[in-house]
């Protein structure tokens, strides 16, 4: 499922067991648009949640995760990051990266 999260959603997800992806993006930005379309194909076919926050309104998060280029993934398992991806990627190599770092 895709939630739009903000600061406290973030850190509750951190908080807890679990594993989740989030989508640190940017409205401006053009492979956040695209691999946005990708995540609303895969999220239903996934069974983790996918958080999106935006960067913009979220300042202070994306510094906290040094969040430099957008889009950036992170890959978190019972509060742990255990994988980061910058850039667009196709729902094969998005796939890929999930069944990689989330199993």
Do not use: Q
């Amino acid at each position: 499922m895709l939630i739009h999260a903000d600061a406290n959603a973030f850190n509750k997800v951190l908080a807890a067991k679990g594993t989740v992806i989030v989508d640190f993006f940017a409205t401006w930005c053009g492979p956040c648009k695209m691999l946005g379309a990708v995540l609303d194909k895969v999220a239903p076919e996934i069974s983790y949640d996918i958080l999106k926050i935006d960067i913009d309104e979220n300042a202070k998060l994306a510094d906290e995760y040094e969040v430099m280029v957008v889009p950036t993934l992170l890959f978190i398992k019972d509060g742990e990051i255990i994988h980061r991806e910058s850039g667009f990627f196709s729902k094969d190599k998005f796939m890929a990266l999930v069944e990689a770092h989330m199993k």
